[in-house]
């Protein structure tokens, strides 16, 4: 018994599904803003309140959740006032590490890392609030923007992966 029919049969029926699928790079997409683009939208001095980004989240650190963009770069949000807020700690517990979300904040202020001074870096970041901060300041790769967290919204996906 010869199967090679059966099995042609199988892969043209098959064939066109799988060339019109498209790969699947993950739930944020290459066109989404970046956190570079944010900072020049930042530099820019737009008076846009709200600023929504889609970042993966990467944890806690002290007050902040911790977001990174899909080109590595990281961004804080400020989440409670002090170690002592039950509330704001309830808002972050259901995050996940690694998954992907559209994040809301508004901009509060910035950790600048380099010392212009001496011209290199600090390895303890000295923060400014956002009436302080030079465009300069905004642009420099390693500098860190502080947003205020209003919430993040799971990124669910559209594809199906099989």
């Known amino acids: 018994m010869n199967r090679t029919p059966i099995f042609l049969t199988m892969v043209l029926l098959i064939l066109p599904f799988l060339l ?13 803003k970046r956190i570079q683009d ?6 820019m001095n737009s008076t846009k309140n709200e600023l929504e980004i889609s970042l993966f989240y990467k944890g806690k650190y002290s007050d902040y959740v911790v977001f990174y963009d899909l080109s590595g770069e990281e961004i804080y949000y400020k989440y409670r006032r002090n ?11 259901s995050l996940v590490p690694g998954y992907a979300y559209r994040v809301n ?26 009436t ?3 465009k300069e300041n905004i642009l420099e790769k390693n500098n860190t923007p502080v947003l205020n967290f209003i919430f993040a919204k799971p990124i669910f996906l559209n594809q199906l992966i099989y």
């Open 20 to 32: 019109m699928s498209e790969k699947y790079y993950g739930p944020i997409n290459f066109t989404e």
């Open 105 to 130: 904040g508004n901009f509060i202020g910035m950790y600048i890392y380099k010392n212009k001074a001496e011209n290199k870096l600090n390895p303890i970041p000295v923060y400014l609030k956002k």
């Open 38 to 43: 944010l900072k020049q939208e930042l530099s």
């Open 83 to 93: 170690k002592f807020d039950i509330r704001a700690e309830r808002r972050v517990i």
């Open 132 to 134: 302080d901060v030079q």
